[in-house]
Nanobody
Framework: QVQLVESGGGLVQAGGSLRLSCTLS????????MGWFRQAPGREREFVAG????????NYADSVKGRFTISRDNVKKTVYLQMNSLTPEDTAVYYCAAHWGGDLQFQESAYRYWGQGTQVTVSS
């Protein structure tokens, strides 16, 4: 079965950086558009970033533009989220997700497979 496993979360001070990774198993990675979402305590899950199958196109939530970068390595079957200039408002559980298709998607309902999430905590 298809599995997504995230890693790289942790505790970081404001202004710091983290890189999240998400590896897919059980399927051909390159057929999926990949996305990152996050859910802060007491809030709904929200879109963070997406990347198309070949990495040629990306999109970002306005709140992370210029600070976060999504990338992928189809050989390693892994998608990354490089997060710079982190603020306490970035504290959340971060999830990766896979959308079977070549188009960028920001709606949760478009993503079929989800990881278990990794906690990112930014201290002030």
């Amino acid at each position: 079965q298809v599995q997504l496993v995230e890693s790289g979360g942790g505790l970081v001070q404001a202004g710091g950086s983290l890189r999240l990774s998400c590896t897919l198993s059980g399927a051909t990675f390159s057929v999926y558009t990949m996305g990152w979402f996050r859910q802060a305590p007491g809030r709904e899950r929200e879109f963070v970033a997406g990347i198309t199958r070949n990495g040629g196109s990306t999109n970002y939530a306005d709140s992370v533009k210029g600070r976060f970068t999504i990338s992928r390595d189809n050989v390693k079957k892994t998608v990354y989220l490089q997060m710079n200039s982190l603020t306490p408002e970035d504290t959340a559980v971060y999830y990766c997700a896979a959308h079977w298709g070549g188009d960028l998607q920001f709606q949760e309902s478009a993503y079929r497979y989800w990881g278990q999430g990794t906690q990112v905590t930014v201290s002030s």
